[in-house]
């Protein structure tokens, strides 16, 4: 798990708008696109991220919590 003071200052590297954490995966909604974290670490590559569709979207935000409390 990501420690608090890591997600609150963590932001997508395409839109730099903050972050929904699921899990192992750090959301972006607005864009639809997920980061994996692999061994506790975030991989914010633009590149690296998947898109996610309707159904999976829905689940996220459900299932989510905003990195950043602000």
Do not use: F, S, T
Not at 32 to 44: H, K, Q, S, T, W
Request: negative net charge; charged residues 35%.
């Amino acid at each position: 798990m990501l420690d608090d003071a890591l997600l609150n200052i963590l932001v997508c590297p395409a839109d730099r708008g903050p972050l929904i954490l699921v899990d192992d995966v750090l959301y972006n909604p607005r864009l639809r696109r997920a980061y994996r974290i692999e061994d506790g670490i975030p991989v914010l590559l633009v590149d690296e991220a998947r898109d996610v569709d309707e159904k999976e979207h829905e689940r996220l935000m459900a299932r989510g919590r905003p990195a950043d409390p602000q």
